[in-house]
């Protein structure tokens, strides 16, 4: 009898159960998600909170009835059947393309950069049923054929629509797109042309035969980039520490450090200001509570901090922008792949090559970029930039760098550049002098059978990481620069780009232009110095914090500043972004072995022009 009153408690429980979920998926605020009346926060900072804690990705949001009633009332119902699918409509006449391009060529790209920064950064909330929704936005060939023919080139045609299936009127949204033949290990980026009324049009070349799929990601919303525009701009989104010591009376004390005064009205005599304006860096530290300011030896970032730091600066409906679906949503086409015939002809590439400048170009004389900048065939590299040939072996990097002497500065991206190399010149290479922190250099390492010697060292603040950081250890590529004696065979590479996306534009531009004063100093030293500029890549993003952060979408930007500022200077561009957004491999701030050594062969072809 005890037994069977044991079931029955369970069972009554099991419905009391169901029945209380099945109410709780009518009213979500039952769980805290809040009410479905409130459109304007339909996925909470609650569910973000579970999504840190494990959860994949937020649900797919659903259109209710609710959603409907809140449709604007010149809604009609052909517009209502089609709220979760997307309507036919007319691709784009490319003819039409250049006239509906709304670029304008008559500002530089840092004039547009820094006007756009200049407007209200005050917004409206974000209502998720107007943003831009992968799953409604859709991609169809222009003038679709049953065959192309290689050295053809691909139009696709993007309409962006919202969550409501309704066709955005304005443009700004991030794409991020390839066409690939995977068992080929074969792909090549596209140019996305935005013409600022919602629609695109994205360019791929074809470089080889075969079936050839088309991917397209909806990387940021242009609500998302709006977002991430206002943020930029906040002088101060990371928290440093400084560590003060008095070694004769064993007294520590630490504090903490800004790239800009933070809060900006604390007393000047509160600060112990490390700038050095001649290198264009700005660095803060609030002065300890005994120590002098010149006890500083010590730094690092305050990760935690950092991060609560910078996702404070969302509203709460901004959070379900930098998720998925919202973030990095792959498209749906109308026609996913297309099938390329081989031509009878020669290679596309090798007409194009007889058209193509030599390697090792300077800004000075850039010419107009191409659709991009070069494709994968069986996971080796070829420009479409310049006259550049596959250096991947041994024999190629050893016959252009005997007898040269290369310095590097800059971040990890160059640092990993050093150890490559290391790698590829084998026991022929020693390192012959060892810092005090491999992180930071600086390192030498040199060839004595081929006469090469190759420099490394990080540039100064800003400097991101988990680890601690001597400041005896930290020297500005201006100042390392200035220093520098370079003879015959000197090389010199800089990469300054991945630590500063987290600061503003202005920040940003004013280090470069100390860069390239001391460049024009170091060419009236030494004539005939090479100098070559690399830009990032794309990376990973493992949490909301990083990608709020590091998006690919402000290292894209800071990018085109790059070669915006050294416009008509007398240094080389190594361009290694499209090398890492079409590859296979899945992003990291380090790429694989083998996007690194086709970087390297990119960069020996500029070294070492054919």
């Not at 290369?406 to 971040?411: E, H, Q, T, V």
Request: glycine share 4%; net charge neutral; proline share 5%.
């Amino acid at each position: 009898m005890h037994r069977h009153i044991q079931v029955f408690v369970s069972i009554v429980i099991f419905v009391i159960t169901w029945v209380f979920i099945q109410l709780a998926e009518v009213d979500h605020s039952l769980f805290g998600f809040g009410s479905r009346d409130d459109h304007s926060s339909i996925w909470t900072y609650t569910k973000y909170k579970q999504w840190a804690e494990g959860q994949k990705h937020f649900p797919r949001p659903e259109l209710t009835q609710e959603d409907r009633d809140h449709l604007d009332s010149n809604t009609n119902r052909k517009e209502l059947k089609n709220l979760d699918t997307a309507q036919e409509w007319e691709p784009l006449d490319p003819e039409d393309v250049s006239s509906r391009n709304r670029t304008s060529t008559a500002q530089s790209v840092t004039e547009t950069w820094l006007a756009e920064t200049a407007l209200d950064s005050s917004s409206k909330p974000v209502h998720l049923l107007h943003v831009t929704s992968g799953e409604q936005t859709k991609f169809q060939l222009i003038k679709e054929k049953s065959s192309y023919v290689m050295g053809e080139i691909l139009q696709v045609a993007i309409q962006a629509r919202d969550y409501r299936g309704r066709p955005k009127l304005y443009g700004g949204d991030s794409f991020r797109t390839k066409v690939h033949s995977p068992e080929k290990k074969a792909s090549t980026s596209g140019r996305v042309l935005d013409h600022g009324n919602g629609s695109y049009t994205v360019e791929f070349p074809l470089w080889w035969s075969g079936k050839v799929q088309i991917s397209i990601i909806l990387e940021h919303s242009s609500e998302a980039i709006a977002v991430l525009r206002r943020l930029r701009e906040v002088p101060v989104k990371r928290v440093f520490y400084a560590q003060y010591e008095d070694y004769e009376y064993g007294i520590q004390e630490d504090s903490e450090c800004f790239s800009h005064p933070y809060p900006a009205n604390v007393a000047k005599d509160s600060w112990c200001n490390f700038s050095d304006d001649y290198s264009g860096v700005s660095w803060w530290c609030r002065k300890p509570a005994s120590l002098p300011c010149d006890t500083f030896v010590y730094f690092g970032c305050d990760n935690t901090k950092t991060n609560n730091l910078v996702e404070s600066l969302l509203a709460p409906e901004e959070y379900e922008l930098f998720f998925w679906p919202n973030y990095n949503f792959a498209l749906e086409g109308l026609t996913s792949y297309v099938n390329v015939a081989k031509n009878y002809g020669p290679h596309p590439r090798q007409k194009l090559l007889s058209q193509l400048p030599p390697c090792g170009g300077t800004l000075s004389h850039a010419a107009p970029s191409p659709i991009s900048q070069g494709y994968y065939m069986h996971d080796v590299w070829y420009s479409s930039e310049c006259r550049a040939k596959p250096n991947v072996y041994l024999s190629n990097f050893t016959r252009c760098l005997s007898n040269k002497m290369l310095y590097m500065y800059g971040d990890s991206t160059s640092r990993q550049y050093f150890t490559t190399l290391k790698s590829i010149f084998g026991s022929n290479m020693y390192e012959q002098f060892s810092p005090s922190d491999e992180r930071l250099g600086p390192r030498i390492a040199v060839d004595k059978s081929h006469n090469f010697h190759m420099y490394w060292r990080f540039h100064s603040f800003p400097i991101h990481g988990s680890h601690g950081v001597l400041v005896r250890d930290v020297k500005s590529i201006v100042r390392s620069l200035d220093d520098l004696k370079c003879g015959p065979g000197c090389v010199v590479l800089i990469s300054a780009v991945s630590h500063f996306t987290q600061e503003t534009i202005e920040t940003y531009i004013s280090r470069l232009k100390a860069i390239r004063a001391a460049i024009r100093r170091l060419h009236e030293r030494h004539p005939g110095s090479k100098v070559i500029l690399k830009n990032v890549n794309t990376r990973e993003h493992k949490n909301l914090s990083m990608l709020l952060q590091t998006s690919n979408w402000y290292a894209h930007e800071l990018n085109n500043i790059l070669r915006e500022v050294f416009s008509g200077e007398e240094v080389t561009y190594l361009d290694v972004w499209d090398m890492t957004a079409c590859h296979y491999s899945t992003d990291n701030i380090h790429p694989t072995f083998n996007v690194v050594v086709n970087e390297l062969s990119l960069l020996l072809a500029h070294i070492c022009p054919l």
